[in-house]
């Protein structure tokens, strides 16, 4: 069994709906998570870094943590076509192993 | 945040030579990592580069197959050695920011072993 566990879709939606991506993890461990969004052939780009349990906005992005059913996700509002990417979760503890432990990645797609 | 930036942006390779992938960060950083990420697929880490230690490497990665340089706190080399059609994937370089501990990737190597 896999760490983190991530949908790989693909996810089709219109233009204007609301997304949600989740991932689970099996290590109570991790305290740091993380959400990266990657475009073809580009790198992963940090869009959202939260700490333990919780909820963070940062404009149509909304990140939840809800570390008791080790379960998170991320909204997105208002989804434009240029969201659609590839969405990886990503956690770590807070000792020890520093590096990253990532989802499979969900592709989304956002129809104009 | 942290800009990162990697040579060569991507590279074809024959079988049997080496390649050795540069990163370079705006700020002094500690932490540094390589990837791996194969065509569809989720980022596999490589190895963790700490200035002026040696590279921790993951299991399934050795040092003489991926040496690594991290000669100060804004550079880091990997180095691909006698390279197989298995290599064939996208190296990225990661950096941990020492303030607010997250971590950002470089654009990536997309490396071909023909």
């Known amino acids: 069994q896999k760490e983190v566990e991530q949908d790989p879709g693909p996810l089709s939606v219109p233009e204007g709906a609301i997304v949600s991506l989740n991932c689970t993890y099996s290590?109570?461990?991790?305290?740091?998570f993380m959400w990266y969004r990657q475009y073809s052939r580009k790198g992963p780009e940090l869009l959202m870094y939260?700490?333990?349990?919780g909820n963070k906005e940062d404009g149509r992005f909304t990140a939840q943590v809800d570390k008791s059913s080790k379960y998170i996700s991320l909204f997105i509002r208002d989804s434009q076509p240029s969201d659609s990417a590839t969405y990886l979760c990503?956690?770590?503890?807070?000792?020890?192993?520093?590096?990253?432990?990532f989802g499979s990645g969900t592709r989304l797609q956002v129809q104009p | 945040s942290a800009v990162i930036s990697q040579k060569p942006s991507r590279d074809i390779c024959q079988r049997g030579t080496s390649l050795t992938i540069q990163c370079q960060v705006d700020?002094?950083?500690?932490?540094m990592f390589w990837y791996r990420q194969q065509p569809g697929q989720s980022l596999t880490l490589i190895a963790t580069?700490?200035?002026?230690?040696?590279?921790?490497?993951e299991s399934g990665f050795v040092i003489d197959k991926f040496p690594i340089s991290r000669p100060n706190l804004t550079f880091s080399t990997l180095t691909v050695s006698n390279m197989s059609p298995e290599d064939s994937s996208i190296y990225l370089c990661?950096?941990?920011?020492?303030?607010?501990?997250?971590?950002?990737f470089g654009p990536g190597t997309r490396l071909t072993v023909t």
């Open positions: 990661s950096v941990e920011t020492d303030s607010t501990y997250e971590q950002y």
């Open positions: 290590n109570s461990a991790f305290q740091y």
């Open positions: 939260t700490y333990s349990s």
């Open positions: 990503a956690m770590r503890k807070v000792t020890g192993r520093r590096a990253l432990t």
């Open positions: 700020s002094q950083v500690t932490m």
């Open positions: 580069a700490n200035q002026g230690s040696e590279a921790t490497y």
